[in-house]
């Protein structure tokens, strides 16, 4: 389900995300600029409701 996340739009359907408000773009526009960087963006979890681990790689241009 993760890389439904990425989606443009997407909000998960449990009861706690749809108390919360929001438009479910961030992640999505966050993707799209770090691709457009050649980067890449990941997401692991571990227990459910213990929180996400998102990893941001960028290539070092010096």
Do not use: D
């Not at 739009?9 to 691709?35: A, D, N």
């Amino acid at each position: 389900e993760y890389h439904k996340i990425f989606q443009r739009f997407y909000r998960g359907s449990s009861k706690e995300v749809m108390e919360k408000s929001g438009t479910g773009i961030g992640l999505f526009l966050s993707r799209e600029i770090i691709e457009k960087h050649a980067g890449t963006i990941t997401v692991t979890s571990g227990k459910k409701k213990k929180g996400s681990t998102f990893v941001i790689q960028l290539p070092y241009v010096g």
